[in-house]
């Protein structure tokens, strides 16, 4: 039990009954100080693998107990939807500790009474800051997007009805948050430095005009968030003609790297 890091040989046989693995050791024994092993083993029947995350930017900053923060999203969820979720909470987080000092973050902020509301103001007023940061930064970054963009333009790709490409500039990812009123530009930076790739879903009657918005992680080849107006989940047309998009986009690595 010293060994894996945890408290007793009590805490030892509580998790080999419940079938802790490797991830969900190191998991408790890094934050033991806010969260209970019997609490670990209730998220990990309810298959809560995003509070990995959740850890790192509110629980163990703040000294939250991780129950308290997992409480909080369910009742979110239920009371305004499925877009209150760990992402969307993630996402708050993070433009909310750009916008204010840490010492300054109260009970009232981590935990606000409408989620979704808050988050679309703070990530809108980061994105904004952002882009009136300084003509020469926003310059250099979008030099480095339009790099980006060119190398990413291989995995274009499009059928009858849609057409995907990737962010071509700076401007035309503030462009893309501001017009479907979702969070993609606080991404500018991890897409500038190849960290993520941000890509447009486009009507092929209307290529100019935003339609869906997808993240795509090159290091792990899936799509982490595909996103329409003001967070909208994507129909089914569109999720299908990702996925094919993804399988060509695997099919051009495998070519690629077989020479």
Known sequence: ???LRLNSKNELEFAKKHKFTDEWYRFYADFKNCVLIEEVAELRRKRFTHTLRLLDIVTARFNVRLTTVVNYLDKQEKRYGKKCNA?????????????MDEKDVTREHLFPKNLKTQHDSATQRWAQIQYEQGAEKIKARSLMIENQARRLSLFCYENETLLIEPCPSDKALFIEGNTQSHCVYNYAERYANGDTAIFFIRKKEAPDMPYYTLEYSEKQNEIKQNRGYDNEDPPNEVVVFANKWLKYVTKLIKETKNG
């Open 87 to 99: 992402i969307m909470y993630k996402d708050y987080i993070s433009a909310l500790l750009n916008l």
């Open 1 to 3: 039990y010293k060994m």
